[in-house]
């Protein structure tokens, strides 16, 4: 495993092209999670655009392929990666 900061893992989901990755984080309730998701166009239900820049908020908008829906990976609580079977720990 190798050791990674926050700003390479952010390069690393983006440079995946749409790939599935597995990525741990910590809950705001303080659990731990892991989630297989991708990077993917994001497309509204309603039309319109999402009222805030998420690289303003260290997120990452991501489909979780397990919930079939999308969430906002938070690069501040991210414990470790796997992508192109490498993994990470995230310091």
Not at 17 to 40: C, E, Q, S, V, Y
């Amino acid at each position: 495993m190798q050791t990674i900061n926050r700003n390479k893992a952010k390069e690393l989901i983006k440079e995946s092209k749409g790939k599935i990755f597995a990525a741990t984080f910590t809950k705001k309730d303080g659990n731990h999670r892991l989630m297989n998701a991708r990077l993917k166009k994001y497309i509204s239900k309603t039309g319109r655009k999402a009222p805030y820049k998420a690289e303003n908020y260290d997120l990452i908008p991501i489909y979780d392929m397990k919930s079939k829906g999308w969430r906002s990976l938070n690069l501040n609580t991210l414990i470790t990666l796997s992508i192109n079977k490498t993994k990470y720990i995230i310091k």
